[in-house]
């Protein structure tokens, strides 16, 4: 098991978000997945793949302040993890001509940490602040004057002698990342000037990023094997280009080297990701949902409990896929598979359909 920590639905206390390592179809990333991500990233917004109406918008913005030679808009980018948002924040960087300063919220636990960055700041800097929802509070104040005013005020002594002494800063620009949009404070979401949400990537899109990705790798990917491996990458190029490495690596060991449709099938088949992007997990959710409670409803801890997994794993990994793909139900009594569960599993819908929504 692999643990990440990722905020609980409440304030500013961290829960840990338990997954299994060996599975290749989750949206997060570690240091050892972001070096691999490197090399693949698009570094011009003409190289981008996907996400048409935030690019044009976010293009016109960053085409205005170069034409006025003024730091644009701070930029706020949101939507699910493995989408582009670092990326993009890369690319707005280099379109501008700027350097890149990266941190994130969770870096940022004092004011004092947010002032020494932003004091640090050049004239037309981009910094960026992936997971902004989880900055620590004490910051937020801080860095609403800095993104407003480009002021900092920093204090001098404690108690009753303390005094704040305003400190100017060169413009900027905030580009921060988020995935839980909800989380951010209504005075932080306002700040931005411009705000992208980042959607799921359609089939004939990641085609693009996988044939892109295998020419900066070097190795020939047909392109039936392209749309193999897009549809099995549940919309996000993070995944696709993860199940593109090991792929890879099938046809280098087990194959000529190729990555054919037959490559791509047996590949992912050994690495148990099915034709609708489900892994084991997920298929051992659904099998239990199906034939061990007759379709629910069931409780969330007594799901976890038939998969051997905790139950924040089954709610934050393995749901939101399920969910969104309408396998799975969420009511008040519980958990109930939908009736497009049955057919993937190839089991009998059952007549009654108040079984299917409790």
């Given at each position: 098991?692999?643990e990440?920590?990722a905020r609980?639905?409440?304030?500013?206390?961290?829960v840990?978000?338990?997954?299994p390592a060996?599975?290749l179809?989750?949206?997060?990333?570690?240091d050892v997945?972001?070096?691999?991500e490197?090399?693949?990233?698009?570094?011009r917004?003409?190289e981008f793949?996907?996400?048409?109406?935030?690019?044009?918008q976010l293009?016109l913005?960053?085409?205005a302040?170069?034409?006025?030679?003024?730091a644009p808009?701070?930029?706020l980018?949101s939507?699910?993890?493995?989408?582009g948002?670092?990326t993009?924040a890369?690319i707005?960087a280099?379109e501008l001509g700027?350097?890149?300063?990266v941190t994130s919220g969770?870096?940022i636990q004092?004011a004092?940490?947010?002032?020494a960055?932003l004091?640090?700041?050049e004239?037309?800097e981009?910094?960026f602040?992936?997971e902004?929802h989880r900055i620590?509070?004490?910051?937020?104040e801080l860095?609403?004057?800095?993104?407003?005013?480009?002021?900092v005020?920093?204090m001098?002594?404690?108690?009753?002698g303390?005094?704040a002494i305003?400190?100017?800063?060169?413009?900027f620009?905030?580009?921060?990342a988020?995935?839980?949009a909800?989380?951010?404070?209504a005075?932080?979401r306002?700040?931005?000037?411009f705000t992208?949400h980042?959607?799921f990537y359609?089939t004939?899109?990641?085609?693009?990023?996988?044939?892109?990705?295998?020419?900066?790798?070097?190795?020939p990917l047909?392109?039936?094997?392209?749309?193999?491996?897009?549809?099995?990458?549940r919309?996000t190029?993070r995944i696709a280009n993860?199940?593109?490495?090991?792929?890879?690596?099938?046809?280098?060991?087990?194959?000529?080297?190729?990555?054919s449709?037959?490559?791509?099938?047996a590949a992912?088949?050994?690495?148990?990701v099915d034709?609708?992007g489900?892994?084991?997990l997920?298929?051992a959710?659904l099998e239990?949902?199906?034939q061990?409670?007759?379709g629910g409803p069931v409780g969330?801890?007594t799901?976890?409990?038939a998969?051997?997994e905790e139950?924040?794993?089954?709610?934050?990994?393995?749901?939101?896929?399920?969910?969104?793909e309408g396998?799975?139900?969420?009511?008040?009594r519980?958990r109930v598979a939908?009736?497009?569960?049955w057919e993937h599993?190839?089991?009998?819908?059952?007549?009654?359909?108040g079984t299917l929504?409790?």
């Amino acid at each position: 098991m692999a643990e990440h920590a990722a905020r609980g639905e409440g304030d500013d206390e961290l829960v840990t978000e338990r997954f299994p390592a060996d599975s290749l179809v989750r949206s997060g990333a570690d240091d050892v997945e972001r070096a691999a991500e490197a090399a693949l990233r698009p570094r011009r917004m003409a190289e981008f793949v996907g996400q048409r109406v935030v690019r044009e918008q976010l293009s016109l913005v960053l085409q205005a302040a170069r034409g006025r030679g003024r730091a644009p808009d701070h930029v706020l980018l949101s939507g699910p993890p493995g989408l582009g948002k670092t990326t993009l924040a890369m690319i707005i960087a280099a379109e501008l001509g700027a350097s890149l300063r990266v941190t994130s919220g969770p870096a940022i636990q004092h004011a004092g940490d947010l002032a020494a960055v932003l004091s640090s700041l050049e004239e037309g800097e981009v910094l960026f602040l992936d997971e902004i929802h989880r900055i620590a509070r004490p910051a937020e104040e801080l860095l609403y004057v800095a993104m407003e005013d480009f002021r900092v005020d920093v204090m001098v002594g404690k108690g009753a002698g303390a005094s704040a002494i305003p400190l100017a800063l060169p413009p900027f620009t905030v580009v921060g990342a988020t995935t839980r949009a909800g989380l951010l404070p209504a005075p932080l979401r306002d700040r931005f000037g411009f705000t992208g949400h980042l959607d799921f990537y359609a089939t004939d899109e990641l085609e693009q990023v996988l044939l892109r990705s295998a020419g900066l790798l070097g190795v020939p990917l047909a392109g039936a094997a392209a749309r193999e491996i897009a549809s099995r990458s549940r919309g996000t190029p993070r995944i696709a280009n993860r199940l593109l490495r090991r792929v890879r690596d099938w046809a280098e060991v087990r194959g000529d080297g190729t990555l054919s449709l037959a490559a791509a099938r047996a590949a992912l088949e050994v690495y148990e990701v099915d034709q609708r992007g489900l892994d084991r997990l997920d298929r051992a959710v659904l099998e239990a949902l199906c034939q061990r409670f007759g379709g629910g409803p069931v409780g969330l801890t007594t799901l976890a409990v038939a998969v051997g997994e905790e139950p924040e794993t089954v709610e934050t990994v393995a749901e939101p896929f399920l969910v969104r793909e309408g396998l799975i139900g969420r009511t008040p009594r519980g958990r109930v598979a939908l009736p497009a569960t049955w057919e993937h599993l190839g089991l009998t819908v059952p007549r009654d359909p108040g079984t299917l929504f409790g």
